[in-house]
């Protein structure tokens, strides 16, 4: 008892864990803001500073949604509209990504003789993409999506094969015990165990997505956060590209934690 009492005594009680991570979150902005603020009043000083940033991203935040013509709208729409080719995009590459993985994963000769194919592919830049799907489909608004399902499906392909191929061999044995034809072994064995490799590569390949539609936007103009930032720059308001960035950045924090949430929901389940 009097163990348990100086431990009580020592440590207290204990601290909520969602306490603990909203602190530390505070404390890292906090850190980044502080050396931000440094910065722009030192080295950077055509940077603006947090404080003209926030300004500007507070008015941005309060009136997201007007509209007063094709060069001129509110952040919201903005967002709205690279969202929407982000999805696009993101679905089109995954539903090339997954079944590819899961044919890869599958068979081994297949896997030595895709992989150094897959790996030239794979970090090519979205602004090389760009031109050819300007050139394929004569658009820059197809072309965007295009450069998205390209560069956005090689984390989902790449993790999708690698759950696949690492089915344990007893499952495959008592596949073949039981005689599963091949749409009971995809549903019963192959989907089951891969689905939070499928779900972690989807977390990475949003995030590469999120990143690209902003170079896109910048080669096609028109709409969309990257058309945004870029106008921005052109027309000499650096505090409304800071605002922008921080908009880019709070967005794909969300969809990174709307993810992760999934993948840890079929990790564990």
């Known amino acids: 008892m009097e163990r348990l009492g100086r431990k009580s005594i020592l440590w207290g009680p204990a601290v909520p864990k969602p306490l603990i991570t909203g602190l530390n979150a505070l404390t890292g902005f906090g850190v980044l803001l ?67 993985g899961i044919v890869v994963g599958s068979s081994e000769a297949l ?78 064995v192959v989907l089951p165990h891969s689905l939070p490799y499928v779900f972690t590569g989807f977390r990475l390949g949003m995030g590469i997505a999120w990143m690209v539609i902003v170079a896109a936007e910048m080669l096609a103009g028109g709409t969309g956060v990257g058309f945004f930032v870029w106008d921005s720059y052109n027309s000499g308001q650096l505090e409304y590209v800071m605002a922008g960035i921080l908009f880019i950045g709070f967005v794909g924090w969300g969809l990174d934690a709307l993810l992760g949430g999934l993948v840890r929901r079929f990790s564990h389940g």
């Not at 991203?57 to 967002?79: H, M, R, T, V």
């Not at 794979?122 to 760009?130: D, I, K, Q, T, Y």
């Open 111 to 188: 896997r030595s003789v895709l992989n150094p194919v897959i790996q030239v592919l794979r970090p090519v830049s979205p602004l090389a993409w760009f031109p050819v799907g300007l050139a394929a489909f004569q658009a820059s608004e197809p072309a965007a999506v295009f450069v998205i399902a390209i560069t956005s499906l090689w984390p989902t392909l790449i993790n999708t094969a690698l759950g696949v191929g690492s089915i344990p061999q007893d499952y495959r044995n008592v596949a073949r015990v039981f005689a599963f034809t091949p749409w009971t072994y995809l549903t019963r």
């Open 34 to 100: 502080l050396l931000w603020y440094i910065l722009s009043h030192t080295i950077t000083p055509r940077v603006p500073d947090p404080l003209r940033t926030l300004e500007v991203f507070w008015e941005l935040l309060i009136n997201p949604f007007y509209d007063n013509g094709p060069n001129d709208k509110g952040i919201g729409l903005q967002l709205w509209f690279s969202l929407q080719r982000v999805f696009l995009g993101f679905a089109v590459g995954a539903l090339i990504a997954v079944p590819v």
